[in-house]
């Protein structure tokens, strides 16, 4: 079993939709999250930080982790076609410097 | 958010000679500094961790003498690829965390150095 695992995907929705990216983990050490954006050719742009549970909001972008049940999400509100790209999470934690991610989910948003 | 510049984006070299790639952190420092590489369609590979002022950390299976590592200040660490051949083509990627914020800070990335080996 993968540490972390997510959906590649991939996730066609029309524009204005709300999206659902999620993420499951296995270890449940990992104290802080990360949602990163990829577009093809480019490194990864951090989008969100979150180190507990709960929601964060960011924009039309929002955070959401579920501690107790090992699982992460990312929001996205009035998905535009520049949001087509891949999402990557990625998890940590304290006094260990490697970050795990996920494999990315590829979103495409379709005018 | 924090600034890291890769350079080159982009690189094109004969079988047989060495690549560097070289990786900086432009608004905050970093003791800590990663390399991953990253196929088609597939998630990041962490190659190896690299520390300021002492000898990077490699991932199992990563050859540590034909991906050199050099972390000599806290802004700049450079990946060498020596003797590159075809099966070294692939996509690049630094990242680093500011060291103020401790080993929880925020991951951030460059922009990438895609190498193609002929």
């Known amino acids: 079993q993968k540490e972390v695992e997510q959906d590649p995907g991939p996730l066609s929705v029309p524009e204005g939709a709300i999206v659902s990216l999620n993420c499951t983990y296995s270890?449940?050490?990992?104290?802080?999250f990360m949602w990163y954006r990829q577009y093809s050719r480019k490194g990864p742009e951090l989008l969100m930080y979150?180190?507990?549970?709960g929601n964060k909001e960011d924009g039309r972008f929002t955070a959401q982790v579920d501690k107790s049940s090992k699982y992460i999400s990312l929001f996205i509100r009035d998905s535009q076609p520049s949001d087509s790209a891949t999402y990557l999470c990625?998890?940590?934690?304290?006094?260990?410097?490697?970050?795990?991610f996920g494999t990315g989910t590829k979103l495409q948003v379709i005018p | 958010g924090a600034v890291v510049s890769q350079h080159p984006s982009r690189v094109i070299c004969k079988s047989g000679t060495s690549v560097k790639i070289e990786c900086r952190s432009l608004?905050?420092?970093?003791?800590?500094m990663f390399w991953y590489r990253q196929f088609p369609k597939q998630s990041l590979m962490l190659m190896a961790t690299s520390n300021e002022g002492s000898k990077a950390t490699y991932e199992q299976g990563v050859e540590k003498d034909k991906f050199l590592i050099n972390h000599a200040s806290l802004t700049l660490s450079t990946l060498t690829v020596t003797s590159a051949h075809p099966e070294d083509s692939s996509f690049y990627i630094c990242?680093?965390?500011?060291?103020?914020?401790?080993?929880?800070?925020?991951?951030?990335f460059g922009e990438g150095s895609r190498l193609t080996v002929l």
């Open positions: 990625a998890m940590g934690f304290r006094g260990y410097q490697k970050v795990t």
């Open positions: 990242s680093a965390r500011d060291a103020q914020r401790g080993d929880t800070g925020e991951l951030f």
């Open positions: 608004d905050f420092q970093a003791t800590t």
């Open positions: 270890n449940s050490a990992f104290q802080y």
């Open positions: 979150t180190y507990s549970s």
